[in-house]
């Protein structure tokens, strides 16, 4: 269900060009984290969405959200400018998924996959559909960015399309260094394409290892979310 955090802005019907944010927890269902695990992830996600977006000059309340269970779909109003999704968006997700890591138990850390695109969204009163958006989740789904994530035990792996690489990264190298991202080749279903891939600067958190401590399925164990440290460790939402 598409919540509409704007609540004085009507979504895109038009084929309105958008920004487009798309994100997914890496492993969520692994079998040390339980329901208690995943809805405190899921809580915590929203915050830290939140707190990124409006750091990053793009007000939370100018964007629009469909849950996708262990992730979700941002789709930023029109007359906003792009650039934040590229500097300092990433940064921010990373260091607020960091601080989010250091005071939770191994079970509940997180590592995030995003994906940035730029394209006409379609709101149907259900959702956001269009090709520019099935686009966003193959860019999601993509081999090459789930290694990136993995290979670099990284807190944070962004994935962008050739376009927004070409039109933002490459026409802005004060935001980030276009020699940051790397090219990659990926298939997904039936859509091939090019795409940018980006893991933002910093050591990894704890979180990577986290998978190596998981028990073989079946294994009870037993682990605690901590979760006041995390309340007081992110702001309140809706500062």
């Known amino acids: 269900m598409t919540r509409l955090a704007g609540r004085r802005l009507a979504p895109p019907t038009a084929g309105q060009v958008c920004a487009m944010v798309a994100v997914d927890m890496a492993e969520f269902t692994r079998p040390d984290r339980d329901d208690d695990h995943r809805m405190f992830m899921r809580e915590e996600l ?3 969405l939140e707190w990124a977006f409006n750091g990053s000059g793009i007000p ?23 650039t934040g999704i590229i500097d300092p968006l990433p940064e921010r997700l990373r260091s607020l998924i960091r601080r989010h890591n250091h005071v939770s138990s191994a079970a509940a850390r997180i590592q ?30 993509a081999r090459p960015l789930r ?8 807190d944070l792996a962004l994935i962008v399309s050739d376009y ?14 276009p020699t940051a991202f790397r090219r ?4 997904v279903k039936h859509t091939r394409a090019w795409a ?5 600067s910093g050591p990894p958190s704890s979180a990577a290892t986290a998978a190596q401590l998981v028990p073989p399925t079946g294994v009870p164990r037993s682990s605690t979310v901590q979760r006041s440290a995390v309340h007081r460790a992110l702001p309140p939402s809706g500062t």
């Open 164 to 177: 927004v690489y070409r039109n933002i990264v490459s026409r802005h190298p004060s935001l980030v260094s």
């Open 60 to 82: 939370w309340t100018a964007c629009f959200t469909e849950d996708r269970g262990d992730g979700v779909l941002v789709v930023v109003s029109p007359g906003i400018g792009a």
């Open 46 to 48: 929203y915050r830290i």
């Open 196 to 200: 940018w891939t980006y893991v933002p």
């Open 112 to 141: 995030l996959r995003a994906a940035a695109h730029l394209g006409p969204a379609h709101y149907d009163g259900r959702g956001f559909v269009g090709t520019d958006v099935d686009f966003l989740f193959r860019m999601l789904d």
């Open 184 to 187: 990659v080749r990926f298939q």
């Open 147 to 154: 290694r990136a994530l993995a290979s670099a035990g990284a």
